[in-house]
Each structure stands twice: as C-alpha cells, then as structure tokens.
C-alpha cells in the first residue's frame, strides 16, 4: 500500500513568487491535513480537508490556501513568497474520523530566497 | 487550544542504554501519537497511542488519559534511534488537527 505522496521534495523560489505543493494521500483516505515546520515555531498545522471541504484551518494568513479534489489529493498554495515562507511543508492523510491515526509523506523542502 | 509540553528537550544516551521520553498535555485528546522525525524530514509514525500501553520491539509507550501524560520508552538504544522524537495530540473535537510538542532531541553515542 502506497504511503502519503508528496510533491515537489525540494525547490527555491524568490521573494514574492507562488508556489504550489502536492500530495496524495493513502488510498482510501479522506481526509488531508498540511504543516509547516521551521526552526522557530516547530510544527504547525496549516489547514485540512475532508471531502474536498476545508475543515479546519490554522492561524496562518490568506496567503496560504489549500484545496481537495475527489480523489482525495490536495494541493497548497503560498502566494507572494516571503523569506520567512522557507520551511518543511508536510502532508498527512486519515481516514479522517475522530482519533485515526494520522500519516505523513516525506515533506517538501521550500527556500524562499 | 490545546498544549503540549515535551521533556527533556535533549538526550545523550551511550549506546545500550535506557530511557524515556514525557509528553504532557493540558486538555482531553482522541488522539496521541508518538512520532520519530528521520533527516530527510519524515515523520516516521511510533504509536497511536490515546491511552493505554503498547509495544513494539524496543519501543513501547503509555498514556494515562486521566492524568494528561504519555511517556516513549526506549530500550537498549541503539544509534539509529537517534533524531528528534514528537508527541502530538488532537484535541477533542478537533478531528486530524494535530498540535505537536516542541521534540526531544536523542542522540545516541557508539
């Protein structure tokens, strides 16, 4: 059984550019929630969907959106790229429900430079 | 929200040696999991682990709900073991919402 997905793994943008990640989650997982990791703040939660619809939401600006297609795959976006935008940025797929165990990808490494 | 407090925040252990790792956390959760970041940044799932005890080879873990702690136990380490150790909880209500710890960072010297 294929884990969680993600892409790209690594990538370098400049200061006010977009950039889009992927993931796909466990097949037969609904839900997908997106982190971000830094040095700073350690991990926190961005925003998750379940059956394409956003189900909770971090406290991040609106910069950073996020959405779900029917297959359950998620993308993120981060427009106007800030340096402090560069992090780990991980996907994790549930079956979604209250207390299922939640499964990361690899992560994409972003540099904001 | 919910907050989760991990301790010590760093560990050197010589190789074969014991040792646990504490996760406390401030309200009810429907979900604890106790997760070992490898360098490439993979959070490598060790327990789903809510309440109860569970083990797994040298690994195990317990989690008194009622007095808000998780406790990783790590036995005869070996230098693989080494890296950053995360608990996280979802709240109740919260539903795949996961506030992690802050890590344990464990090396493990040969």
């Known amino acids: 059984k294929a884990g969680v997905t993600q892409t790209p793994r690594y990538l370098i943008k400049t200061r006010g550019q977009q950039v889009t990640l992927s993931c796909s989650p466990i097949s037969g997982h609904r839900s997908v929630s997106w982190y971000q990791q830094t040095p700073g703040q350690g991990l926190q939660f961005l925003f998750e969907y379940f059956s394409e619809t956003q189900r909770n939401k971090g406290n991040f600006p609106g910069r950073f959106s996020g959405r779900q297609f029917s297959n359950s795959r998620s993308e993120m976006n981060v427009s106007t790229l800030e340096l402090g935008d560069s992090a780990l940025y991980l996907c994790?797929?549930?079956?979604?429900?209250?207390?299922?165990?939640?499964?990361f990808g690899e992560g994409s490494w972003l540099t904001v430079v | 929200g919910i907050q989760v407090e991990q301790s010590p925040p760093d560990l050197i252990l010589q190789e074969g040696a014991n040792s646990t790792l504490r996760c406390n956390f401030s309200?009810?959760?429907?979900?604890l999991q106790w997760f070992h970041q490898n360098p490439w940044g993979q959070l490598i799932n060790l327990f789903y682990?809510?309440?109860g005890t569970k083990q797994n080879g040298r690994l195990s873990a317990t989690t008194v709900a009622t007095e808000r702690y998780s406790l990783l136990y790590i036995s005869s380490s070996q230098t693989t073991d080494s890296g950053v150790y995360f608990c996280?909880?979802?709240?109740?209500?919260?539903?795949?919402?996961?506030?992690f710890g802050k890590g344990i960072t464990l090396s493990v010297r040969p």
């Open positions: 996280a909880v979802d709240g109740a209500g919260a539903n795949s919402k996961l506030t």
């Open positions: 682990i809510p309440s």
């Open positions: 309200d009810s959760v429907n979900n």
């Open positions: 994790a797929s549930s079956l979604g429900g209250t207390g299922n165990t939640i499964y």
